[in-house]
């Protein structure tokens, strides 16, 4: 099995207050002013990371603008988080086997990663395994699939990059109900994960164990979440019916999760959540028996920086990595994303 040895995470220098983003937006749809409010303060969040500066907004281009902008931040981004990875776990880019990116919010053909190649001396015989459409799924999904890797190559180390830039994705001309929630909650920030294989020599440092995890699609669901394509870029897809799918779908699956690997809900010691929106919040604690307080790290994530699709609940790791859990608690991670589709993950702490 494969392991988290330590997670890092990086934002834009720009952060607005919710009140300055609001004000901003309900001057480009006055008449749009009190239901911006309203999803605003529903949110629950206090603030964002921003990629440019929030007046600057209105004049986004093009898909070619956005696309431009959003490499220039996640070069820049992604680039510190690996450093930072690599100094404290006392590795090299030499020492890295495999480099894995998600996003939903750019795009760019060499990918993320390759360009980071070219900054970072990484090995030319580096695999690398980009990775597109997933959203807030990615960040679990991703550290699954990683640990899929590691379990055929125990002697090696991977890193898993997680970089969303979602307010470069506002559309403003779009004055749909989707929209309007997506510009009161969505947010910046980029996160790097080093994960090794059971036979690396960072196994027995690093903070958890990957014990098992699984995937769950739902038919039909095209138009719960997602984009669609449009010449300004990205045009977010988003249903009202998520809260609602965590009971119909979320809650049998997690059931039969946790007893196919005979355990309960009191088993789980620390939940690792993403934090999609209050209403997802409050749902995914109904169905999991566990407290508000149990999904403190995924609140104050949302609060303090917003929904940053797959990058929150790595985010979310890096706060519960803090928490110093005893040897072999068992933690849960879970996050839901287009398709729509959820991914759980059961980890230990070593």
Known sequence: MGAIHSVATSFPEIYASQEDIAKEIGSIWPDKQKHVEQFHSASKVQGRHLSIPLSEYKNLGDISDRSAKWLETALKLQ?????????????????????????????????????????????PNTKRLPIFGLGCL???????????????????????LATELCTLTFQFNDKS??????T?????????????GDEHPLYKK?????????????PDTERIMGWDIVS???????????????????????????????????????LVSHPGGPKVLDKLSEVSGKSPEDFRHSWNSLQEKGNMSSVSVL???EKTIQDNHKTNEIGLMLAMGP????????????
């Open 315 to 317: 985010h979310v790791m």
């Open 138 to 160: 990615g960040g679990v999904a991703g550290i699954n699939r990683v640990n899929d890797y590691l379990k055929g190559h125990p002697k090696e180390a991977a890193l898993l």
């Open 79 to 123: 680039t510190e988080n690996i450093e930072k990875l690599l100094t404290k776990a006392g590795l090299t880019p030499q020492d890295i086997n495999l480099i894995v990116s998600t996003t939903v919010t750019g795009l760019a053909i060499p990918t993320l990663e390759a360009r980071l190649m070219n900054r970072l001396p990484f090995s």
């Open 339 to 350: 398709a729509f589709c959820s991914e759980m993950c059961l980890i230990k702490k070593l």
């Open 177 to 182: 109900v989707a929209n309007l929630v997506g």
């Open 232 to 270: 300004t870029g990205f045009q977010i897809v988003l249903s009202g019916d998520v809260p609602k799918i965590v009971v119909e779908q979320v809650k049998p699956n997690l059931d039969s999760f946790l007893s196919h690997n005979k355990i309960t809900s009191s088993d789980v010691n620390f």
């Open 184 to 196: 009161s909650l969505f947010a910046d920030g980029a996160a790097a994960v080093l994960m090794v």
């Open 206 to 218: 690093s903070q958890f164990e990957i014990l098992t995890g699984e995937s769950f699609f739902y």
